[in-house]
Every structure is written in structure tokens, then in C-alpha cells.
């Protein structure tokens, strides 16, 4: 009798502590749920000097709720020679995000009449922005510009 009353107790306190465990597992991913919800924008600016040096700088970073509905994707084959490639890192400089934008400097306009047409501009200054999910990890970012022979760094900061 004493083992099955035994037995009993450590059914009980097993099956009541389990329960408390899974509250709290489920109160947990709903925290980080709640982070995901969050969409994180870096606004720059870029110009370029009489001698043809460009400089980047970080104009706003802001944090707003939402959920994106894809995630960046970087694929190294689509990247032209002048397009910028952005690095997100962490503390310890392991690569979280990357992305590339087309050269804000030289973008393509179309022009819609009887057929249409693309033009490209050259701009000494121009802004850009780059949007990806939120995530506390992210503690740098990293801008270089894809050249042809190789990549040349335009802007580095830490959040």
C-alpha cells in the first residue's frame, strides 16, 4: 500500500510540474514570436565627390511591427559590377544577413509612351533604404561595392 501511494504522489507532482514546463516553454516561444513581428529599416544616404569617391551615411534606423512575408534572399550570380552588397553581423562578427541593391547612383528609369523605354541616370547623391526581419542579434552592418576586380568597403558601423 505505502508504494502505491508512493507511486501516486510522484504521478501527481510529474504530471502537475510537466504542465508548469510546458507553460512556461509556450510563454517563451510566444516572446520570441513577438520579436519576429517586428520589421527593422536602415535609411542611407549616398553621395559622390568631385573625384569620384563615394560616401555612405546612415540617415535613420527605425523598428516598426509587422511580419515580412518573404526574407531577402543573395544570390552572388545576380550582383552587377557597381550594385552595393550589405552584410548584417552580430557581436561577433558571424554574418546574419545579406542582401544587394542595385547602384543608387545609376538607377534604370522607364519611360512608358508607345514603347517602352529604359534610361539609365547618373546621380552624384541619392538615398536608399534596406528592410529585413528584426532581430536583437544584429550588431553591425557592412556596406561594400561590387567592383570588377573586387569588392571595395564604403561604410562599416556598429549598432
Not at 7 to 32: E, M, R
Amino acid at each position: 500500500m505505502k508504494r502505491f501511494t508512493n507511486l501516486l504522489t510522484v504521478s501527481i507532482l510529474f504530471f502537475f510540474g510537466g504542465s508548469q514546463l510546458k507553460s512556461q516553454s509556450q510563454n517563451a516561444q510566444k516572446t520570441s514570436v513577438q520579436s519576429e513581428n517586428q520589421i527593422s529599416y536602415l535609411f542611407f544616404k549616398i553621395n559622390k565627390n568631385g573625384s569620384g569617391l563615394e560616401k555612405i551615411s546612415l540617415v535613420e534606423n527605425k523598428i516598426v511591427k509587422g511580419k515580412m512575408k518573404s526574407k531577402p534572399v543573395f544570390n552572388e550570380d545576380e550582383v552587377k559590377n557597381g550594385d552595393l552588397l550589405i552584410t548584417l553581423s552580430n557581436g561577433r562578427g558571424k554574418e546574419i544577413i545579406r542582401q544587394s541593391i542595385e547602384d543608387p547612383l545609376n538607377p534604370q528609369l522607364e519611360s512608358f509612351g508607345d514603347k517602352i523605354e529604359r534610361r539609365q541616370l547618373k546621380l552624384n547623391e541619392s538615398e536608399f533604404s534596406v528592410r529585413f526581419p528584426y532581430s536583437a542579434e544584429i550588431k553591425s552592418v557592412k556596406i561594400e561595392k561590387i567592383t570588377d576586380s573586387k569588392k571595395q568597403l564604403l561604410f562599416t558601423q556598429n549598432f
